[in-house]
């Protein structure tokens, strides 16, 4: 069988708006004797790609890697299925259904053996220092590919791993979230709300949810939301995350907006002793707590950096399982991959994931 040397794909040869990504025929790498051919079968739009397309990514960059190279093929997810393999690879053949890991580890780094991969140095992940998933065909090593299992749906797949995983770290291992305790989501809405609300509901906890958009209210209790809480009127939404919780507060508050408003919003309805997790920031916003917080609360601040492979192994458990799924707010082909960044930039009444399926 002839296999093809050539694939569609959308890149960026430099930053700015939807308009610089390009999409053309490009070449694809040779087959190494270590790597998959994949057929990519969906993939997703983030507000990674966002960041990365507008050039905000340059603050970020990450001890031990490289820094965010152009070109770039953006795009953090991909499901597929092999193509082909390369001579030394035993783990896979044609016909895998796979799906692209999304946080790749270096097994032999020394943040593996101290159980955080997720903070491997000397790894390239894929749309960030390798090239990312928007393309019909993709060449990467096998260690860059998981197997997907039988139960779990390809389209699913591609819009799931990299916010599931990142979620399940939250919730799971930097909170330790345990049964009867509540969990508040603030910025729920999007992919990474939605996961962190299905997998504390897993765990056992009682999911306080917020948005700005009172019109996101429903959706977000049919998402799995034990309450969801409306924040335009600040004094109010405390109101009534305390009457929730009987007075107490919150065990446990995840924030997924960045800003020092909601961060307040999660101290001031936080139980003693609580944790917040901090999964993003807004440019030079400085943080609203200060050294009395920490001692007074005894507040427990903590960051968050992508996900290790045992969380990815878990998320894909579950997703074949159907235990976890994510809502798809939109669908577009690789061709409009732009339009999809426009969507996920400006839209406010937005719930969900953005997946893009290169064959459509
Ligand atoms: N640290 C990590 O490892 C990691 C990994 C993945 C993602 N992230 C970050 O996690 C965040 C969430 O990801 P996502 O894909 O779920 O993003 P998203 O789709 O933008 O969802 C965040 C939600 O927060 C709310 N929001 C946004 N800006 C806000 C503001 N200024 N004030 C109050 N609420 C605001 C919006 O909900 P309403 O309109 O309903 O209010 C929005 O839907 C992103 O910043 C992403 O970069 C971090």
Do not use: C
């Not at 016909?95 to 390239?124: I, K, W, Y």
């Amino acid at each position: 069988m002839m296999l093809p040397t050539k694939t569609f794909a959308v890149r960026l040869f430099e930053y700015g708006g939807p308009e610089k990504l390009v999409v053309d025929e490009y070449d694809l790498p040779p087959l190494g004797p270590h790597d998959l051919l994949v057929k990519n079968l969906a993939g997703s739009v983030s507000r990674w790609d966002i960041k990365y397309r507008s050039g905000l990514l340059a603050r970020y960059q990450i001890p031990g890697r490289t820094p965010f190279p152009l070109p770039q093929q953006l795009g953090r997810e991909t499901a597929g299925e092999v193509v082909a393999v390369g001579s030394g690879v035993i783990r896979f053949e044609p016909g895998d259904r796979v799906v692209g890991v999304t946080h790749p580890e270096d097994p032999g780094s020394v943040e593996v053996a101290r159980g955080l991969g997720n903070l491997s140095q000397g790894v390239a992940v894929p749309g960030h220092q390798g090239m990312g998933s928007n393309a019909q065909y993709l060449v990467r090593d096998e260690h860059m590919w998981l197997h997907l299992p039988d139960g779990a749906d390809i389209e699913q797949a591609g819009v799931s791993l990299w916010a599931f995983s990142t979620s399940h770290r939250i919730v799971r291992d930097r909170l330790g979230v345990r049964p009867g305790d509540d969990v508040l989501v603030i910025g729920a809405s999007g992919g990474m709300g939605q996961a962190t609300v299905q997998l504390a509901k897993l765990a056992g906890a009682r999911v306080i949810t917020t948005t700005r958009q009172e019109g996101k209210r429903d959706t977000l209790l049919e998402l799995g939301a034990d309450a969801a809480v409306v924040t335009t009127d600040a004094d109010r939404a405390r109101d009534e995350v305390r009457a929730l919780t009987g007075g107490e507060g919150v065990d446990h508050a995840v924030d997924f907006t960045g800003s020092p408003e909601s961060l307040r919003f999660a101290r001031d309805i936080l139980r003693l002793g609580g944790r917040i997790v901090l999964t993003s920031e807004q440019g030079d916003a400085s943080l609203p707590f200060d050294a009395a917080d920490f001692m007074r609360l005894e507040l427990n601040l903590l960051g968050v950096r992508g996900s290790r492979m045992i969380d990815m192994i878990t998320v894909l458990k579950l997703l074949g399982e159907n235990r976890i799924s994510t809502r798809i707010a939109a669908r577009f082909p690789l061709a409009r991959v732009g339009e999809a960044h426009e969507l996920l930039e400006h839209s406010t009444d937005l719930v969900g994931r953005i997946a893009i399926l290169p064959w459509t």
